[in-house]
Each structure stands twice: as C-alpha cells, then as structure tokens.
C-alpha cells in the first residue's frame, strides 16, 4: 500500500521468504539500495521517496549475508558492493557519533522505526539519543561483515570487524546498563545521563547476546515478564504499562509504537530468549504471537497487545509473516544468528 521498499521491513521479510527458498530478493535490494549511495556513505532508508535525513537501518549487510548463505555464494559481494558496505558502516561511526565514544545516536524516534517513541529518542533533527536498539544492530551488522569477509579471504578486514564488535558489545554494557533499574537505557550525548524511560529497545541486548547471564536474568524476570510492564495478554508491548503515556489502540493514522505489540520486535525478543535458555517464555511468546496473526483472515501491519486486535495497514504483506515461523523454528529446532 505504501508502493515503497523498506530498510529493516528488508530484512525481516527476506527472513521469511529464506523458508521458501527465496534469496534473489535479498541480493537485488541490497544492489538496489547500495547503488544509491552518497559519497559520505549515507543510505537512505527508501527508494522512491527518498528521506535525505533518514539513513537505512543497520541491516544492510544482514540482509547481504542472508541471501549469501542460502545461494552460497558471497562472490556478488566482492569489490564494489563489499566496499560500499564497509562505507556504509563508516558512515555511522564518523556522522551519528559526535562525542565519539563509540556509540551512535538516532536522528529521532522517526529514523529509528519506532515512530513515535518521541519521549525516548527525541524528534527527527535532535540527534541526541544513542539508542540501545541502534548500537545492538550496529553489531550484528559487525558480525556479518565478519562472515562476509571471512568468504571473500579478507582475514585481516574480518579481524577488524570482530575486535569493532567485541568493543561494541562491551560499550553497551558499559554504558546503557542502569544497575538500580536492571534495565538498559538510552542515553543523551548532551547530559550524558541514561534516558529512563523503558521501553521494547531495552530488551535488544539479549538478541545479540551481549547481556551477561546475571542482567539477562534481571531483564527477563523483572521486567519482560512482569504484567505490570511487558508481558501483557498478547506480548510483547512495545513500550512499559508502568510509563505514563503507554496506551494500546492507535490515535489517528500513526504507526503507534507506545505499547502496541509489532511482530519483529517480538522476533528479536524470541530470538534472545532462545538464545538465553528461557524455553519456557519463549514457547508461551511463540504461542501467543501465532494467535495473533492467525486471529484475522489477513495479516496486519501490528497488533493491540490487550485485545489482539490488528492495526495499521490490513492486509499487510510484510513482517508479520514471521508470526509463522516463531513455533515452527522452536519445533525443529532451528538455531541461527
């Protein structure tokens, strides 16, 4: 409905299509998108209507490996688009980074697909916020250009995205974990204070894997699965029941994101728990993510997570798609990163 291509709607998508075989999809709209580059090494996050303040999302050379690994080939990659990758992962580091602490910021809640997590991550322009959610990708965009390069025997460019990733995971602990709360914040590059406001993006660190066992833990029982906060009918909410601006149904035509469930983020969430052994939550969290998707005759764009009612655009063809897969994953077995 949008008639536009997505930077992570990419990726989760070409997810889904991997069970079907499908990876020119992959291939084609990494070229596409990659063919659009700025010299300083800017993406944007759409094709037709381009948001010149609007980067794509750190999923660019997931997207890569993931169309690579099923066709088996990595070759498509070398010279050019490698290369434009490597930039494209520049560009983060030097632009959105201004106290170069290693850690990158959002231009606000709107380029961080979370559209209205205004109170989080400021508006469009702020350029404030180093967003948990945006560093924890940035790693797993590390890890891939260290299989990517690894394929293409470039030892010493895979050596180099590993030790960016290592510091990367080591920083976010460092620096967005808040002791008192258990919980991983954002964190303002103007005061230097974390931004305490709980929200979905806190959970993010356990997809990666980069939270120790013990604040794993915290995070899980203390808030994850906490009904007060999290774990509503239908979880994962996107933003905490104990905020004071958290509501469900949407206000208008807005992609709301201040409690809502969406599917990808609770992929993200399915994949930590699995990761960190909560077998059980993560069963519950595929169940109650199927019924949502199979609880209309069409798949929509996100979910009321009280009611289990769709919002947004109906039908959606999208992301959605991999409530699907959730249960299906946990009965084969299938573990990936």
């Known amino acids: 409905a949008y008639h536009e291509i997505y930077d992570w709607d990419l990726y989760f998508e070409t997810l889904?299509?991997?069970y079907f075989?499908?990876?020119?999809?992959c291939r084609n709209n990494v070229e596409l998108?990659?063919?659009t580059q700025h010299p300083s090494g800017f993406v944007?996050?759409?094709?037709?209507?381009?948001?010149?303040?609007?980067?794509?999302?750190p999923f660019l050379a997931q997207t890569a490996l993931l169309g690579s690994r099923q066709s088996r080939d990595f070759r498509w990659l070398e010279g050019k688009y490698f290369d434009r990758l490597k930039k494209y992962l520049d560009y983060w580091f030097w632009h959105c980074d201004a106290d170069k602490n290693g850690l990158c910021f959002w231009d606000g809640s709107d380029a961080s697909g979370m559209d209205n997590q205004v109170r989080r991550l400021g508006h469009m322009n702020v350029m404030e916020y180093e967003g948990v959610d945006f560093n924890c990708y940035?790693?797993?965009?590390?890890?891939a250009m260290v299989e990517i390069a690894n394929a293409l025997n470039r030892a010493a460019e895979a050596a180099g995205f590993a030790a960016h990733a290592a510091a990367l995971r080591a920083k976010i602990n460092e620096v967005f974990w808040d002791e008192e709360d258990g919980f991983y914040y954002d964190r303002s590059e103007r005061t230097g204070k974390l931004n305490k406001i709980k929200s979905i993006a806190g959970f993010i660190p356990l997809w990666i894997g980069a939270a120790p066992a013990d604040r794993a833990e915290r995070l899980v029982k203390e808030h994850l699965l906490n009904p007060d906060e999290f774990w509503i009918k239908y979880p994962v909410a996107t933003w905490?029941?104990?905020?004071?601006?958290?509501?469900q149904e949407r206000k208008g035509g807005e992609c709301s994101w201040m409690g809502a469930t969406w599917i990808p983020t609770n992929y993200?969430?399915?994949?930590?728990?699995?990761?960190?052994?909560?077998?059980?939550?993560?069963?519950?969290?595929?169940?109650?993510?199927?019924?949502?998707?199979?609880?209309e005759a069409d798949l929509r764009e996100y979910y009321n997570g009280e009611t289990g009612s769709g919002q947004g655009l109906g039908p959606f063809w999208g992301w959605s798609s991999l409530g699907y897969i959730m249960k299906a994953e946990l009965e084969a077995g299938i573990c990936h990163s």
């Open 240 to 247: 905490s029941k104990s905020e004071p601006d958290y509501y």
């Open 33 to 35: 998108f990659l063919d």
């Open 44 to 57: 944007a996050r759409t094709i037709r209507e381009v948001r010149q303040r609007h980067p794509f999302k």
């Open 21 to 25: 075989g499908v990876h020119k999809f």
């Open 138 to 143: 940035l790693v797993r965009e590390l890890d």
């Open 268 to 295: 993200m969430i399915f994949r930590g728990l699995l990761r960190y052994g909560y077998t059980d939550a993560d069963h519950e969290l595929a169940d109650k993510t199927f019924e949502l998707v199979v609880s």
């Open 16 to 18: 889904f299509l991997s």
